[in-house]
């Protein structure tokens, strides 16, 4: 029997207060696992960067076995490994013209608008709505693939992706590490991505960190995750994640499938250089 561990924190009282979002992270444990993982989420939220909580909220649920789905992990294909993308000694978010490298937020669009249907006018639209919120939002937005526009209804809260581990962590992290690569954001982001890219109707996806000492971010479509360095200046606390649609996907439908199905991912693979 495995239990859903949910840890969400804010500063200035609950979320649905107006408190400012902290943190929040989750996993699929044992039952053994889950004094350890508690205390670990609780000193998360006590020492996070974005500032000290003052409302945490832990939620556990235990999970029957039948409700289990498994999904197999993105391919890590940042720019240590990805033949078409080259080195991408980006330095800075903001656009550049040739013979400077390209941006990070334009390696991005050249990444999803080559290898999927999503348009640069979609891409570009969808990025300035994101970037230009007051506050990022705890969950992510719904995007037209075509046109950029925002489908979810869902507001500042958007559509958060829960109830996801990796099926077996140590030998995630074992893989992660051996090949290179380390750290719970980049642990925790793809778990989330592999789940998000299993969703019906969603064709790629955009991620800035919203912790403010965290700049790298990623795209993913496909099979693939591209890890993305300087996606924002150092020090902002704005980020949040952007899934770009289908526009005749159901749109409750991916918001169901992405906050309700029990999944778990199978380690990463690499292969060897
Ligand atoms: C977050 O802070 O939730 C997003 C983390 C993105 C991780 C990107 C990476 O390191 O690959
Ligand atoms: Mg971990
Ligand atoms: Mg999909
Ligand atoms: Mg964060």
Request: with cysteine; proline share 6%.
């Amino acid at each position: 029997m495995l239990y859903s561990i949910r840890m969400r924190a804010a500063e200035g009282g609950p979320h649905e207060q107006g408190g400012h979002h902290i943190s929040g992270a989750e996993r699929l444990v044992t039952k053994e696992e889950l004094e350890q993982i508690s205390s670990e989420l609780v000193h998360r939220a006590l020492t996070h960067s974005k500032g000290c909580a003052d409302f945490i909220r832990i939620t556990i649920d235990a999970i029957p076995d039948e409700a289990i789905h498994r999904i197999p992990c993105l391919t890590i294909a940042d720019e240590q490994t990805d033949g078409h993308i080259g080195e991408v000694p980006t330095t800075n978010h903001e656009a550049t013209t040739p013979p400077l490298p390209l941006s990070s937020h334009q390696q991005a669009e050249a990444l999803l608008t080559t290898h999927t249907a999503i348009t640069p006018v979609a891409f570009r639209r969808a990025v300035s709505q994101l970037v230009s919120l007051p506050e990022s939002m705890r969950g992510a937005m719904l995007v037209d693939m075509r046109t950029g526009q925002r489908l979810d209804p869902w507001g500042q809260r958007g559509v958060r992706v829960s109830r996801m581990s990796f099926a077996d962590e140590t030998a995630a992290i074992t893989a992660l590490n051996a090949a290179g690569y380390s750290g719970v954001h980049l642990e925790e982001a793809l778990v989330l991505a592999s789940k998000v890219l299993s969703a019906p109707g969603v064709v790629g996806e955009l991620c800035i960190s919203d912790d403010p000492d965290y700049t790298t971010g990623y795209v993913s479509y496909g099979s693939t995750y591209h890890r993305l360095h300087h996606m924002k200046p150092v020090g902002s606390p704005l980020g949040g994640r952007l899934f770009f649609v289908d526009a005749t996907a159901d749109i409750a439908a991916i918001k169901n499938y992405l906050e309700t199905t029990v999944t778990l991912v199978n380690p990463p693979t690499f292969s060897l250089q």
